[in-house]
């Protein structure tokens, strides 16, 4: 047990590994409309499931399997699927949303490279369920760890991922000949792509918008107000979201009004200002300046 004085290891990564590892985070992207018909190499694949295989998991269960699949005709019936379940899930919209819904594009189940069925078998710690006692979803989250981690090593690979969640579950896991004990987490489209776009689709489209990271932080319980400092820090960082957010709240779909700022002098934690942000974003940093901003957003 170290006692009190013991320092902390020092083993973070350097600048530029942690500024790899951010942007990777910051620009990785859900893609759905810039997939082209160029082959994915096998190489660059086996190196995405290694990267996901190494995901935390409950237990150390490693709960999950990857289904890889190429055949068009199959793809072809996974793609009716999802357009069985969008005119499904369609009724359930907002009515003024609908016809936005619709022209939007969700996947890319046909023009992607390949597409992957990351699942998760529930019985794998059968007899010894670590960490499932009381939770046995855990398996489930251990999953989706996996699939974040193929998403971001993706990103660094220049590979995109898009996620496709609209398709009856029962009806994918037949086509899929996946048994009853095991239950599809993600469907995901993988391949080259032209461009990562520099925000959500959903945000381009005027769906959504990014919530203020601050008005997200409680402190000690759920209502807790407070830890403002820490507040004021994140806000700091979280220029571009936070600024976007504020110009655009609760009704959205209006351009940002950021007032024009001379960009932040101060260095952040994560050394913001040497990622590579895309060109938007990295406009926006530059317009949200450092100034009064983060009251503004705070207020
Ligand atoms: C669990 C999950 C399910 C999703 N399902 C879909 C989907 O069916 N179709 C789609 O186009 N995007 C889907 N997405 C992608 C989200 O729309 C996307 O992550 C979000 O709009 C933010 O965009 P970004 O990932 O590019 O940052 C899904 C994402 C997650 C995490």
């Not at 992607?112 to 990351?118: E, F, G, K, R």
């Not at 993706?154 to 095991?182: C, F, M, N, T, Y």
């Not at 990622?275 to 938007?280: C, I, Q, R």
Request: charged share 25%; aromatic share 6%.
């Amino acid at each position: 047990m170290p006692d009190a004085m013991t320092a902390p290891v020092s083993d973070g990564f350097d600048q530029m590994a942690r500024d790899a590892v951010y942007r990777a985070m910051f620009t990785r992207r859900d893609v759905r409309s810039h997939f082209l018909p160029a082959p994915l190499d096998d190489e660059v694949l086996a190196r995405l499931l290694l990267a996901a295989h190494h995901a935390p998991s409950v237990g150390f269960m490693q709960p999950w399997n990857f289904i890889v699949i190429r055949d068009a005709a199959r793809r072809e019936k996974v793609r009716d699927l999802f357009l069985a379940a969008r005119e499904q899930e369609l009724p359930e919209i907002e009515e003024e949303r609908q016809a936005l819904y619709r022209k939007l594009k969700l996947e890319g189940i046909c023009e992607s490279a390949l597409n992957i069925c990351i699942t998760c078998d529930r019985q794998r710690s059968k007899g010894s369920p670590l960490g499932r006692w009381h939770n046995p979803e855990m398996d489930l989250y251990s999953t989706v760890c996996a699939v974040q981690n193929f998403w971001l090593a993706a990103r660094a690979e220049g590979v995109g991922v898009g996620w496709v969640s609209i398709i009856e579950a029962q009806a994918l896991k037949s086509l899929l000949s996946i048994p009853d004990h095991v239950t599809p987490i993600a469907y995901l489209c993988v391949g080259r792509v032209s461009e990562f776009a520099p925000k959500p689709d959903l945000e381009t489209h005027g769906w959504g918008r990014r919530l203020p990271l601050p008005e997200l932080i409680m402190s000690e319980t759920f209502c807790g107000q407070g830890e403002a400092s820490l507040k004021s820090a994140v806000a700091r960082l979280n220029a571009v979201d936070t600024v976007q957010a504020t110009a655009c709240p609760a009704d959205q779909r209006v351009a940002p009004a950021v007032p024009q700022r001379e960009p932040p002098k101060e260095e952040s934690a994560l050394s913001l200002s040497s990622l590579n942000f895309d060109d938007a974003s990295a406009s926006l940093m530059s317009q949200a300046g450092s100034g009064t901003w983060p009251a503004m957003v705070l207020k």
